[in-house]
């Protein structure tokens, strides 16, 4: 992230980046802080590589869409997606957990009850996206075990949205 002197990259005049979370192929994600709200967010940038990459902005793209037509307490919410300059960015709610990777790591070996509460509310998210898309890159990695117990699905990248005929 580009920075000036000691102070923090700001994006789009309005978020401040306070460290990065993570990265794939696409892009890079990053816990930024909304200037506006003060609400903090996830923030993922599409890699300066792919700026010109039809196929991968259209991807990119295809992920903000489903993202803009899930409403489920199970799926992240999107908040802003556009350009700025050089950076094609959207953001959506940040969440504080573990992957679930990295949750049956940590605990060693998870109880049936645990592992079944967990399930359904994935089971749960994915019958609600399933409506509207498909999203093809379910993984222990794409799945955040929160504090509380709840879950998130994330990285709707591979998504595909539905034809409206399809059941």
Known sequence: MKR????PAVIAGRYEVVRPLGRGGMGKVFLVEDRETG???????LRDRWLYNDRVIARFEREVAALRQLNHPCISKIYDARRSGDTLFFTMEYVEGKSVHQWIRD???IGLRSTVRVLCL??????????????RDIS???IM???????????????KLRDANQA
Do not use: W
């Open 4 to 7: 000036e002197g000691d102070k």
């Open 39 to 45: 609400r903090r967010l996830a923030m993922k940038i």
């Open 107 to 109: 605990r060693g070996r």
């Open 122 to 135: 994935v089971a749960h998210a994915l019958e609600h996206a399933h409506r509207i898309t498909i999203h």
């Open 140 to 142: 222990p990695d794409n």
């Open 145 to 159: 075990v929160l504090k509380d117990g709840s879950v998130r699905v994330l990285d709707f990248g591979l998504a």
